[in-house]
């Protein structure tokens, strides 16, 4: 089992980037997903989770109204959509099951800066 992050970089305050995980090794239709971030120097935090049918999504405060997570089982593929991007989103993203288990993939750089 195996996820692989994408469509992270460089971003100025107030824009947006699309993240994508696309996963594969396991029956991806099944399980609930979350993302998760990690600034340099600070743990690692939940961002956002979908139920496996996309149909429930919880968000952490600090990006409510702001990210949006989605999902496309037919292409076992989550994604995060990020609007209105902070300095204080700059981190490494990373998707995961909900709850977590051991599929980190490498990650991919957001950074937050003008």
């Known amino acids: 089992a195996q996820v692989v992050e994408s469509g992270g970089g460089l971003v100025q305050p107030g824009g947006s980037l699309r993240l994508s995980c696309a996963a594969s090794?396991?029956?991806?239709?099944?399980?609930?997903m979350s993302w998760h971030r990690q600034p340099l120097g600070k743990e690692r935090e939940l961002v956002a989770s979908?139920?496996?049918?996309?149909?429930?999504?919880n968000y952490a405060d600090s990006v409510k109204g702001r990210f949006t997570i989605s999902r496309d089982n037919a292409k076992t593929t989550v994604y995060l959509q990020m609007n209105s991007l902070k300095p204080e989103d700059t981190a490494v993203y990373y998707c995961?099951?909900?709850?977590?288990?051991?599929?980190w993939g490498q990650g991919t750089q957001v950074t937050v800066s003008s």
């Open positions: 995961n099951t909900d709850p977590i288990t051991n599929i």
């Open positions: 090794g396991f029956a991806f239709k099944y399980y609930d």
């Open positions: 979908i139920s496996n049918n996309g149909g429930s999504t």
